[in-house]
């Protein structure tokens, strides 16, 4: 297996991880480990929100650029990678 | 007023009221012939009627009606002014059908009136006409030259009108024969320039001045503007008004189809503009299509919702190429990405997703945001204990609910942690499945990134060798606990570690067969730089210890390492890698005969080898040039590399292999040992017996490491527990002591450079992390701590005490501060603290 199949089964595995979704440049899910309707719902709202963040940060400095998004509720943590192609979100519930 | 003369028969076409206007047009002027036209076209029915009225009409008539066949319009002074036809007939068209129907009767029934008629009148000839007319003219039809001079309109007229059943008939019969015979025939199609048709012409008004008419138009032109000067008062013109008339309007309505219409919003940010502008910079041919929507993909992103706006930022044709921009163009102000309503998994729509997947998985990005994402996710349950780790304040989930306060990490009264006294804390463990299992032999700390461990697994004695498959080294680091970040394999087990400082990306390993192998940590590759296997003084035995040495060469060279091993073939061998990978002994430890007075008697033993095994070595800090090399004799040479024959000193005193030996990095002349003869003992250089013993344990005592922050603390590890000393307050027995869970051994031990914490590893795989609490000196006050050394020999032997002071700074004020020291001579361990500015 490669090492990027590796790595995701990884963080798949690691304690309070939930799911991991990696969604193309329009929001497109790609890869998934939850249930479709989650996969879909989440992969629309947090493409926006990291565009909309992005957004924010280059209108500030465009030379800048987002490289990472956290995003902490009450029930668990969403953590977007962000990049050219892809999103990459994995969703935790850290206290466990 | 002219008359007007109905020739033949007019049939139908004439009701009862038409007569009566037939009648008055009689009287009427040319022009109601006109509207009679609209009268013909009113009713048929009374044909018979009006056929004999008419008839009789016409034979009222005055001229030759009843054998003039047109109709023939007499003015008052009968002259013929019978309107020319606007349709003339062409003789040479064959009618063939035509006397088919002659054969009718000549008279015509009235309904073959009124068929023909009708026919006759949706041609609305000028003039219309009588069926006896018509069949009159059928039967003057014969003389062909009669139909011509009787008009025009006559023939045209059946031949039009009568003709129609017969045309039809005719051209059916036409048609029928191309579609036999002629279909197949080739036909000659010539095609010829027509003569030029002159559509409209209009000759320009200007004349050139050069040309003859210019004289004559010129003087035309003055004198129309000297009439037109005189126009006002002149007599010769008179003003007239005239009327136009306007004709009855009528309304047409037409629809047209209705013309689409398309908003388009475009919200340009500022980085928009910036991307542009670099983009243009930018050779356009290094991208491809798709590498141009891939960009306007993430900018069409960094629009929000209005996503048209990367297309006023581009402003090129691009635009239309992209199957995005044509969906987003059309629907406007949507809160949802048009794109993804039905959104698809792998699983589902696997053809056109997945090789989108492998484009991804391929591109390397997405492993640094996975390796970045694992370590984010790793923190997160980790956090807590990284922190405290550091040394940092750990983070209080507002969420969490507040467990017991002895429990939480950090916190908990400081009261009953003070009143614990010093202990250690288990934080957690660097293990991973492939690990387990699997016995920790060495570990050691890159020299640049002190977050990145390298453990090597591998097993010690021989006989477990056989047992794995292989051994590991991995390289951990602090931020993911849970898998290694590196892992490089080797067919025999790992005894011995090393990073370099000059190349900190350089990791020397040492194995149980005597192979030295350089590894690259920045590869991922399994494979080793270099490999000591070609080499010819490589050793023949386990390399027990590797360091890598920082030596100032003359020559211009300012920092040149060599890396050094010791093995259990008895040689200290320097190995470089400028040429390849070469070795050079630096010593041979020689068996010495051992100096105990008793066993003289015994003959001289044969020994296997001459020289004896070396377990471990280390330089001094300041001096590159002398080391301390222990044996499996349990002696402790002090050697130099420019001597590699002789030993400057030997230590005696350990009655087994020395396992570590290790130099105070606070004091320069203090050096510890441990072996595998349960004790670790202390030494000064000068003297050649131990200052101190300590006797702790009943086991081997496999490694010990000094404490980077006190000069008086050091850990010891054997087999069942971890033992933290500090000879400031306790010579006799350690500090803390954890004892080892059952069946597993701890191996080897080594202190964190950047934190109160030290590291274990065991016999099972694991790395366990401990920080070090309330030990009773402060880390924080790195200031020197004086302490004393003072050793008791057996019974009669002189005491002596010495004063030292340890200085983690220069050496000068230790050697001044000696110079002053008493010596006293006392039978008491003395101590005594104190702190220096």
Redesign the interface.
């Known amino acids: 297996m490669s090492e990027v199949e590796e790595t995701i089964k990884r963080i798949q595995s690691h304690k309070g991880v939930l799911g991991i979704i990696v969604v193309n440049s329009e929001g497109i899910p790609i890869l998934t480990s939850l249930d479709n309707s989650t996969t879909v719902q989440y992969a629309g709202l947090i493409h926006q929100l990291t565009m909309k963040a992005r957004s924010t940060v280059r209108d500030i400095d465009p030379q800048n650029d987002l490289t990472f998004l956290r995003l902490r509720s009450k029930k668990h943590e969403i953590m977007v990678a962000p990049d050219k192609e892809y999103l990459l979100i994995v969703i935790q519930n850290p206290s466990e | 007023m002219s008359k007007v003369v109905k020739s033949g028969t007019k049939g139908n076409v004439f009701s009862s009221k038409a007569m009566k206007k037939s009648s008055i047009m009689n009287t009427k002027s040319q022009s109601r012939f006109t509207s009679r036209r609209s009268d013909i076209s009113v009713s048929h029915t009374h044909s018979r009627r009006s056929v004999t009225l008419s008839e009789s009409k016409l034979t009222d008539g005055k001229s030759a009606g009843g054998q003039r066949l047109g109709l023939i319009v007499l003015d008052e002074d009968g002259n013929d002014v019978t309107p020319k036809p606007l349709h003339s007939y062409d003789p040479t068209v064959q009618k063939s059908g035509f006397f088919g129907s002659d054969n009718q009767s000549t008279v015509g029934t009235p309904t073959d009136v009124m068929s023909f008629t009708s026919v006759y009148q949706s041609f609305a000839q000028p003039f219309s006409r009588s069926i006896y007319g018509s069949t009159s003219n059928r039967s003057a039809k014969s003389k062909r030259s009669s139909i011509e001079s009787s008009g025009e309109i006559t023939e045209s007229g059946p031949e039009v009108t009568t003709g129609f059943a017969d045309v039809m008939t005719v051209r059916r019969e036409e048609v029928e024969d191309l579609t036999d015979e002629d279909l197949n025939k080739m036909v000659d199609v010539i095609l010829e320039e027509t003569d030029t048709i002159w559509m409209f012409e209009q000759k320009g008004i200007a004349v050139s001045e050069e040309s003859e008419e210019s004289q004559t138009i010129q003087t035309k032109n003055t004198a129309y503007e000297e009439l037109c000067k005189t126009k006002e008062g002149n007599d010769r013109f008179a003003e007239r008004g005239m009327q136009t008339f306007n004709f009855a309007q009528k309304h047409k309505e037409i629809q047209a189809e209705k013309v689409g219409l398309t908003d388009a919003a475009i919200n340009v ?3 928009d ?3 542009t502008y670099a983009s243009k910079e930018e050779p356009p041919a290094s991208d491809s299509n798709e590498g141009i929507i ?2 306007r ?2 900018s ?6 209005r996503r048209g706006s990367r297309d006023g930022s581009v402003g090129t044709s691009r635009i239309t190429e992209s199957r ?1 921009s044509v969906l987003t163009m059309s629907v406007m102000g949507e809160p ?2 048009e ?2 309503p039905q ?4 699983e ?1 729509n696997e053809t056109g ?1 997945n090789p ?2 492998e484009k ?2 391929s ?1 390397e ?3 640094k ?6 370590r ?3 923190e ?2 980790y956090q807590p204990k990284q922190a405290t780790y550091r040394g940092m304040s750990v983070l209080i ?1 507002p ?2 609910e507040i467990e017991d306060a002895e429990n939480a990490p950090g916190g908990g009264s400081p009261d009953i942690m003070t009143a614990i006294g010093p202990t250690i804390d288990r934080l957690w463990s660097y293990s991973s499945p492939m690990t387990k299992g699997r016995n920790v032999s060495s570990m050691t700390w890159n020299k640049v990134n002190p977050d990145i461990l390298a453990v090597g697994y591998g097993q010690f004695g021989f006989n477990e060798q056989n047992k794995n498959k292989g051994s590991l080294t991995c390289c951990w680091n602090l931020k993911n606990p ?2 290694p970040e590196r892992v490089f394999h080797s067919k025999a087990s790992v005894t011995a570690l090393d990073f370099s400082s000059v190349y900190p990306n350089l990791l020397a390993v040492g194995l149980y067969d005597g192979t030295v192998c350089i590894y690259n940590v920045r590869n ?1 590759t399994d494979q080793p730089v270099v490999d000591s296997f070609d080499c010819t003084g490589k050793h023949s035995s386990p390399v027990w210890q590797l360091c890598w040495i920082e030596r100032e060469r003359g020559l211009g060279e300012d920092r040149s390492e060599i890396l050094i091993s010791i093995s259990a073939d008895g040689r200290v061998v320097q190995w470089s890698i400028r040429k390849g990978f070469e070795c050079s002994d630096l010593m041979k430890l020689k068996r010495t005969s051992s100096k105990n007075p008793q066993k003289k008697k015994e003959k001289a033993e044969a020994l296997i080898s001459r020289q004896a095994p070396g377990m471990c070595f280390d330089f001094h800090a300041k001096d590159s040039n002398m080391y301390l090399a222990g044996t499996e004799e349990g002696l402790i040479h002090k050697c130099s590399c420019s001597y590699n024959e002789q030993f400057l000193d030997t230590y005696t005193g350990h009655t087994g292999p020395l396992y570590k030996v290790r130099w105070s990095p606070y004091c320069p002349d203090v050096f510890l040992s441990c072996s595998s003869d349960w004790s670790i003992r202390l030494w000064k250089q000068t003297e050649l017996k131990p200052v101190l013993n300590f006797f702790s344990t009943t086991k081997a005592v496999h490694d010990i490491c000094w404490s980077p922050y006190s000069s008086t603390v050091f850990c010891a590890v054997n087999e069942g527990a971890v033992e933290i000393w500090d000879l400031k307050t306790n010579t006799l027995d350690p500090l803390i002591t954890n004892l080892a869970s059952p069946g597993m051994k701890f191996s080897c031990a080594i202190f964190s450079l950047n934190s109160n914490s030290v590291l274990v590893g065991d016999s099972d795989g694991q790395v366990s992390v401990y920080q070090l609490r309330n030990m009773s000196d402060k880390n924080e006050d790195k200031v020197g701590v004086v302490f004393v050394l003072s050793w008791v020999e057996a019974p009669m032997h002189i005491v002596e005490l010495v004063w030292s002071y340890g200085l983690y700074c220069n050496d000068s004020d230790l050697s001044m501060v000696a110079a002053f020291m008493p010596t006293v001579k006392l039978l008491k361990l003395l101590h005594c603290v104190g702190k220096q500015t």
């Open positions: 940010t500022s980085w503009m910036y991307d891939e960009k993909g993430r069409l992103g960094g629009g929000g919702e995005a949802e990405p794109p993804s959104p698809t998994t792998t589902t997703i989108q997947w991804i998985s591109s990005s997405i492993l945001h996975l390796v970045v994402m694992e984010v996710v790793t997160n349950i989930d969420d969490k849970e898998f991922t």
